[in-house]
């Protein structure tokens, strides 16, 4: 598991920012406290060249396979808690292209890595545990 290790350092800066402008739509009021902090940042000054809004950061989590849907291109999982991203367990969606659909089922225990951005959040890999 180097790579999730590797990720998990990778992340780690941007975790601090308190990521929860992903989920916007449970908690919509969150999104301005969460640009005050990305500017308070000390990380992310004059050594970032990357505005907020083009910010993409990638984790890993662990959940269950809820619902497909091929329509939305997305799949539905109840995912357990994020600590990179600072999130709780919960059931949400996630974009997913149709490779990535097609390699799991409904019901299907998952270890995924998934990118988060303004665009919202996005399935990179999954793979069944
Ligand atoms: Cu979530």
Request: charged share 20%; aromatic share 6%.
């Amino acid at each position: 598991m180097r790579y999730l290790t590797w990720m998990n350092l990778l992340v780690l800066p941007f975790a601090l920012a308190a990521c929860d402008n992903a989920h916007d739509a449970e908690m919509p009021m969150e999104n301005e406290d969460m640009a005050m902090t990305a500017d308070e940042m000390p990380m992310n000054g004059d050594t970032m060249p990357m505005t907020q809004s083009g910010t993409v950061r990638a984790a890993s989590a662990e959940g269950t396979v809820a619902a497909i849907d091929a329509d939305a291109g997305t799949i539905t999982m109840e995912h357990g808690p994020v600590p990179a991203m600072e999130w709780p367990a919960m059931t949400m969606a996630f974009d997913a292209s149709q490779p990535i659909r097609d390699q799991v089922s409904v019901g299907d225990t998952v270890t995924f890595e998934f990118e988060t951005s303004d665009k919202g959040n996005r399935i990179i890999s999954v793979s069944k545990r």
